[in-house]
Antibody, heavy 112, light 112 residues
Framework: QIQLVQSGPELKKPGESVKISCKAS????????MHWVKQAPGKGLKWMGW????????TYADDFKGRFVFSLEASASTANLQISNLKNEDTATYFC?????WGQGVMVTVSS | DVVLTQTPVAQPVTLGDQASISCRSS???????????LEWYLQKPGQSPQLLIY???NRFSGVPDRFIGSGSGSDFTLKISRVEPEDLGVYYC?????????FGSGTKLEIK
């Protein structure tokens, strides 16, 4: 069955970087794009962008251009989200997925 | 960017009754290829979003036929007949026609 398993929770300080992973199984990784969604505590869902898992080309929503990087380790059927120069407002749960399936989410807490 | 306006913000319901949620778009969601990429998600507390409906009215695998999506152009509705306890949570509409993709602000389905 299709599964997207994300890495564990992260606690970071402002200015640090974080890389979270999303390991796919149960399907051909390159058949579907991978989307990323942010959910701040108590807030709604916000689409961050997506990465073409065949070509590796990322597309970012405007609010996520600059400090956010989508990448792939295609041989490991894994998609990654890296956030640099973390800010307090990056505190959120980040989901990977799309095509009907989503990971369990990764809680990233940014606090000094 | 496309703005999706969901109403109501909260929908109190009696178990067994019908609930209806509206999603209005700031522009038509008909893609140049003729498809309308409007989806509905349910997010239960502490869980990732789960896809209910795609392309306006198609139920995702395993979704009960109590969930009915309808609409066209820029006006869409999700109806849930015979509401059950497991239907409670926050419902989001989502458009994948226009870049950037966007979510509605959510409708909380709660017990009256």
């Amino acid at each position: 069955q299709i599964q997207l398993v994300q890495s564990g929770p992260e606690l970071k300080k402002p200015g640090e970087s974080v890389k979270i992973s999303c390991k796919a199984s149960g399907y051909t990784f390159t058949d579907y794009a991978m989307h990323w969604v942010k959910q701040a505590p108590g807030k709604g869902l916000k689409w961050m962008g997506w990465i073409n898992t065949y070509t590796g080309k990322p597309t970012y929503a405007d609010d996520f251009k600059g400090r956010f990087v989508f990448s792939l380790e295609a041989s490991a059927s894994t998609a990654n989200l890296q956030i640099s120069n973390l800010k307090n407002e990056d505190t959120a749960t980040y989901f990977c997925g799309g095509f009907g399936y989503w990971g369990q989410g990764v809680m990233v807490t940014v606090s000094s | 960017d496309v703005v999706l306006t969901q109403t109501p913000v909260a929908q109190p319901v009696t178990l067994g009754d019908q609930a209806s949620i509206s999603c209005r778009s700031s522009q038509s969601l008909v893609h140049s290829n003729g498809n309308t990429y409007l989806e509905w998600y349910l997010q239960k507390p502490g869980q990732s979003p789960q896809l209910l409906i795609y392309k306006v009215s198609n139920r995702f695998s395993g979704v009960p036929d109590r969930f009915i999506g309808s609409g066209s152009g820029s006006d869409f509705t999700l109806k849930i007949s015979r509401v059950e306890p497991e239907d409670l949570g926050v419902y989001y509409c989502f458009q994948a026609t226009h870049d950037p993709f966007t979510f509605g602000s959510g409708t909380k389905l709660e017990i009256k």
